[in-house]
């Protein structure tokens, strides 16, 4: 499978499909990432299940935090990376012990041997993307705000394009 680019299918096939998520590096800190993802997963139906040893036996979001994926009681589908690329590998080992279907990397972590791992037990793996913003985007929720609309872009319009409007800025800041 080309980890580059994946099928808006083979992501929706997975969100639908699997609704059980371990989230492997949660954080009770409201302003990291995870946490907000964790929220929002939540929010759409989800089982999050966080996962970090040191905040083992406290809660996030009122759900039980485990040291381990091992730890888990219950049948696991994704297991949501929020680690760094290099600890991907053995987090992708404890994924296929515990009998999990997926192995979800967040944005930044790429793992190509965790991967080929991974794939060889019959797992599916997602690499650098967030199932929240995968969730949202599919949804058509991003839409309204301009996500995902083809229209709002970071990239300078090209001039004479049709359909694109802009203002030229004068060094007065008008």
């Known amino acids: 499978m080309n980890h580059d680019v994946y099928s808006d299918a083979y992501i929706r096939d997975i969100l639908v499909t699997y609704r059980t998520i371990a989230m492997v590096g949660a954080s009770p800190n409201t302003s990291r990432p995870s946490y907000f993802a964790m929220k929002y997963l939540k929010a759409k139906g989800f089982r999050v299940i966080p996962v970090n040893p040191g905040q083992a036996g406290q809660e996030i979001l009122g759900e039980k935090v485990y040291s381990s994926l091992a730890d888990i009681k219950e049948a696991v589908d994704i297991v949501?990376?929020?680690?760094?690329?290099?600890?991907?590998?053995?987090?992708?080992?404890e994924a296929i012990r515990i009998g999990a279907k997926v192995v979800w990397m967040q944005l930044g972590v790429r793992n190509d041997d965790a991967a080929k791992l991974a794939e060889a037990a019959g797992l599916k793996v997602?690499?650098?993307?967030?199932?929240?913003?995968?969730?949202?985007?599919?949804?058509?929720?991003?839409?309204?705000?301009?996500?995902?609309?083809?229209?709002?872009?970071?990239?300078?319009?090209?001039?004479?394009?049709?359909?694109?409007?802009?203002?030229v800025l004068k060094a007065g800041g008008e």
């Open 80 to 93: 949501d990376i929020f680690r760094n690329s290099e600890a991907a590998l053995g987090i992708t080992k």
């Open 126 to 167: 997602v690499m650098n993307r967030c199932p929240k913003i995968e969730y949202g985007r599919l949804s058509g929720e991003l839409n309204w705000a301009g996500v995902n609309s083809r229209r709002v872009s970071a990239r300078r319009p090209m001039l004479g394009a049709k359909g694109v409007q802009h203002r």
